[in-house]
T-cell receptor, first 116, second 112 residues
Framework: GAVVSQHPSWVICKSGTSVKIECRSL??????MFWYRQFPKQSLMLMATSNEGSKATYEQGVEKDKFLINHASLTLSTLTVTSAHPEDSSFYIC????????????FGPGTRLTVL | QQQVKQSPQSLIVQKGGISIINCAYENTAFDYFPWYQQFPGKGPALLIAIRPDVSEKKEGRFTISFNKSAKQFSLHIMDSQPGDSATYFCAASTDSWGKFQFGAGTQVVVTP
């Protein structure tokens, strides 16, 4: 399989601050990365799809100015939650595919964001 | 509108029993159907996946059954173990590397 990491694994921040979450493909070149959020006992909700070197494509209802996604290299994508509020508290998960890893999406371990 | 419908929402099975989770889809363009296992606080991990050109795929204790005409697929967990207690998600996509449509998830509890 292929390995995807996320950093940090958890973060607590104050309301109004911005938080950056990193997603890295460790052993393959990820031409496409996906960002999901998951609320407790719910399914994964796709937020956006990013292709390396291109602007991210956001799903309907996701505020692109609030959730900034950058996919600047084939191994790194970042999600920045700007001016975070308590309702943004959630589990954020990235996945990646591409390169030698086109057989499926490979998921990261997730990042737990808590906004106070 | 959920494109992949998953049931049941939860199930309890005794150790050694069979867990069965069902999914149904509408989009006939879907060509890839994976199942993911997720433990609390962890990311989903691929269990097994199938394409519509086969009706069944088995990997260890996990089997996918696929019915193309009914647009349904299911996961069977044989000889269920307490370590199988997790949430299981089905998904569907038009290709294995593209956008997935996830089911709502099934929480499985295996009692000793």
């Amino acid at each position: 399989g292929a390995v995807v990491s996320q950093h940090p694994s958890w973060v607590i921040c104050k309301s109004g601050t911005s938080v950056k979450i990193e997603c890295r493909s460790l052993d393959f070149q990820a031409t496409t990365m996906f960002w999901y959020r998951q609320f407790p006992k719910q399914s994964l909700m796709l937020m956006a799809t990013s292709n390396e070197g291109s602007k991210a494509t956001y799903e309907q209802g996701v505020e692109k100015d609030k959730f900034l996604i950058n996919h600047a290299s084939l191994t790194l994508s970042t999600l920045t939650v700007t001016s975070a509020h308590p309702e943004d508290s959630s589990f954020y998960i990235c996945s990646a595919s591409g390169g030698r890893a086109t057989d499926t999406q490979y998921f990261g371990p997730g990042t737990r964001l808590t906004v106070l | 509108q959920q494109q992949v419908k998953q049931s049941p929402q939860s199930l309890i099975v005794q150790k050694g029993g069979i867990s069965i989770i069902n999914c149904a889809y509408e989009n006939t363009a879907f060509d890839y159907f994976p199942w993911y296992q997720q433990f609390p606080g962890k990311g989903p991990a691929l269990l097994i996946a199938i394409r519509p050109d086969v009706s069944e795929k088995k990997e260890g204790r996990f089997t996918i059954s696929f019915n193309k005409s009914a647009k349904q697929f299911s996961l069977h967990i044989m000889d269920s173990q307490p370590g199988d207690s997790a949430t299981y998600f089905c998904a569907a996509s038009t290709d294995s590397w593209g956008k997935f449509q996830f089911g709502a998830g099934t929480q499985v509890v295996v009692t000793p």
